[in-house]
C-alpha cells in the first residue's frame, strides 16, 4: 500500500454532489497551512471552521458541534491528531476523519490510520485530493 500521496480505505470514487453543504472541521497548528486548507475547502463549497489542537476539536464536539468532515494534522501542540482521533471514535463520532501530515514515513502513517482515520495525505492538500476526499464522503 503506498502511502506518498494518498491512503485510504474506500475504494470506490464517483462524482461530487454539491447540493448540501458539508461542515467541516480543520484541526491544525499551522496558521499557514490553516488558511491554504480553509481557502480550499471554501472553494468546494464547504462551511469550515477552524481550531488550533485536538483538544480545541474534542471540546467542540463535546458541546454538541457535528461535521461532515474533519481534517486532522498529526503533530500539534496540547493534543496531536492521533490522540484526538482516537476520543473522537471513543466519544462515538462516526464523521469522516482525514488525516493531513508532513510526515511521509509509513510507519508513522499506518500509526496515524490506526487511531482511527478514514484516509490520510501529505500535506498540503489540493484540488484533486480535496476532490478524493469529498467523492469518498458522498459515497459513504
Do not use: W
Not at 470514487?13 to 499557514?32: A, W
Not at 476520543?87 to 490506526?114: H, P, W, Y
Amino acid at each position: 500500500m503506498g502511502f506518498g500521496n494518498v491512503t485510504s480505505t474506500s475504494k470506490t470514487i464517483k462524482t461530487i454532489d454539491t447540493k448540501k453543504k458539508i461542515s467541516v472541521l480543520i484541526i491544525e497548528d499551522d496558521l499557514l497551512i490553516q488558511k491554504i486548507h480553509k481557502v480550499i475547502m471554501t472553494k468546494f463549497g464547504t462551511e469550515v471552521q477552524l481550531v488550533a489542537n485536538g483538544k480545541e476539536a474534542i471540546d467542540l464536539f463535546l458541546s454538541g458541534a457535528s461535521f461532515d468532515l474533519i481534517l486532522t494534522d498529526l503533530e500539534m501542540p496540547i493534543m496531536d491528531g492521533i490522540e484526538a482521533t482516537k476520543q473522537l471514535r471513543s466519544m462515538g463520532v462516526t464523521s469522516m476523519i482525514v488525516g493531513v501530515t508532513s510526515r511521509n514515513q509509513d510507519s508513522e502513517i499506518q500509526a496515524f490510520m490506526k487511531s482511527g482515520l478514514n484516509a490520510c495525505y501529505v500535506k498540503p492538500l489540493n484540488a484533486e485530493k480535496v476532490t478524493a476526499v469529498l467523492n469518498e464522503l458522498k459515497n459513504n
